[in-house]
């Protein structure tokens, strides 16, 4: 196991909940966000709210890199954003609704 993966609740237990990665404080209902750039840019800010401008636009850009990859919706307007960096030390999760879905949020799903 990698230094530090004994910190990751879902490398200890591989049956880790869904309530040991997603806090509440990581759920905002509703977002204030009207674009899917900004939904990204207000999830992170949930995610990791004290790492700085800086740092946080880097993990934007990490979640946008890999949209690029391969789209991460999966349906019925829902995405599971993810990306890698080492501004984040371990796995988090946020989670939000948009209260007004728009075109410009809508992400493909599959390739």
Known sequence: ?????????????PRALLS?????ERIKVPLASFSKDDV???LVLLAVPTVGAAASERVVTAVLDRELLLSTGIGSGIAILNGRTDEV????????????PTTS???????
């Open 40 to 42: 990204l840019r207000e």
């Open 20 to 24: 040991d990665l997603l806090t509440v």
């Open 105 to 111: 949020m809508r992400w493909t799903v599959g390739p």
């Open 1 to 13: 196991m990698r230094e530090g993966a004994a910190s990751l609740p879902f490398l200890r237990n």
């Open 89 to 100: 030390e371990t796995v988090l999760l946020t989670a939000g609704l948009v209260s007004v």
